[in-house]
């Protein structure tokens, strides 16, 4: 059997003509039309790449880290090179690296950043309707930069969780950083942290946006985070607003970008 060798993956996609990322049968997903066209590729039908994630339908992501183990003796920027060739427009192969023994991408990550886009107008978003859910009417910023470093830190986020999903282990997770940016007509979000909980991110868009409309006022945030009660936070978000930008590691796995320029 030829030796066989384990890379990492960074792929870049719109979610908004996917079924989300994990392979649902004959339906379209990014996992599915990548694992299709890497199999193509290598001749190898039973490839299969594995995630840092799994983004929900709709769900972008600048920065998604994968792995796969082939048979294929190619060097990465001509395997680079003929994947995309081989991709639809909305999903591309960014970088690829020869990964460390035993890499995986999902189990060593310690920890993602994500952004979240709102369209603040009084008019609807065409060209950006698939990239940021649209908010009418007026929002308060100072209020929601005020609520940011409550959310800070280590917390029981089970009320910032989807309840119709039971997680496997803690509902505890800790936020880094979070950042609220405003270039009109958009409003980012941006938060880093060692992981999530389900719509966990979007629930917190919703919960700061509920702030900034004087919904929920920034000093109950404590409170909410306590009662464990998934009712007192803010609804969860649409998913087009969402995109998975990276995916941390103790360790570097790819190249600058601009070392390919």
Do not use: W
Not at 160 to 183: A, Y
């Amino acid at each position: 059997m030829p030796d066989r060798r384990r890379i990492a993956l960074l792929l870049e996609y719109d979610g908004y003509d996917f079924h989300g990322f994990q392979d649902q049968g004959e339906l379209r997903t990014v996992q599915k039309v990548v694992q299709d066209a890497l199999r193509d590729l290598s001749g190898e039908p039973d490839l299969q790449i594995l995630s840092s994630s799994r983004t929900d339908q709709g769900v972008h992501a600048r920065g998604l880290v994968c792995h796969l183990d082939t048979a294929l003796n190619v060097p990465l920027d001509r395997l680079s090179l003929a994947l995309n060739n081989r991709l639809p427009d909305d999903v591309a192969l960014l970088a690829a690296a020869d990964a460390p023994p035993g890499f995986h991408a999902r189990y060593d990550a310690i920890g993602k950043i994500y952004t979240y886009r709102y369209y603040l107008s009084p008019t609807r978003p065409v060209l950006s309707r698939h990239q940021a859910p649209h908010v009418f009417g007026p929002v308060d910023l100072e209020r929601m930069r005020e609520a940011l470093p409550l959310l800070c830190g280590t917390h029981d986020f089970f009320a910032f969780m989807d309840q119709n999903n039971n997680p496997k282990h803690t509902t505890i997770r800790t936020i880094q950083q979070l950042d609220l940016e405003f270039d009109r007509p958009f409003l980012t979000l941006q938060v880093r942290g060692n992981g999530f909980l389900y719509h966990m991110v979007r629930i917190l868009a919703g919960t700061l946006l509920a702030v900034g409309q004087g919904k929920i006022e920034p000093q109950d945030i404590p409170q909410i985070l306590r009662s464990r009660d998934r009712r007192l936070a803010g609804k969860t978000m649409p998913p087009q607003g969402l995109c998975l930008e990276t995916v941390l590691y103790p360790f570097p796995l790819f190249e600058p970008m601009e070392a390919h320029l």
